[in-house]
Nanobody
Framework: QVQLVESGGGLVQPGGSLRLSCVDS????????MAWYRQVSGNERELVAA???????KYVDSAKGRFTISRDNAENTIYLQMNSLKPEDTAVYYC??????????????WGQGTQVTVSS
């Protein structure tokens, strides 16, 4: 059964850091690009960062310089290291696969989401 399981969200003060994890429990997405999205209630999900099978990455402008996406294929896991967090980063963060690298379109599989709240 295909399952993406996120963890690592929580409440953090502005300027703080969090590290999100997403486990590909069926171990099928290592040949594919994967991505992190986020969604604020009432808005569409937006792409935050993506990583292809070779480790090449891309980011939305608001994440550049603050967030780092990485993957460990041996652990079937991708990560999102988020530094210098701002209140506007508050959202539910979702893992997605397989991400279409050339069209930047999301794939069919989503995790359950993990809440990130940035507040003092």
């Amino acid at each position: 059964q295909v399952q993406l399981v996120e963890s690592g969200g929580g409440l953090v003060q502005p300027g703080g850091s969090l590290r999100l994890s997403c486990v590909d429990s069926a171990n099928i997405f290592s040949p594919y690009a994967m991505a992190w999205y986020r969604q604020v209630s009432g808005n569409e999900r937006e792409l935050v960062a993506a990583i292809n099978s070779g480790g090449i990455t891309k980011y939305v402008d608001s994440a550049k310089g603050r967030f780092t996406i990485s993957r460990d294929n041996a652990e079937n896991t991708i990560y999102l290291q988020m530094n210098s967090l701002k209140p506007e980063d508050t959202a539910v963060y979702y893992c997605n696969a397989p991400f279409s690298w050339w069209t930047s379109r999301s794939g069919d599989y989503w995790g359950q989401g993990t809440q990130v709240t940035v507040s003092s």
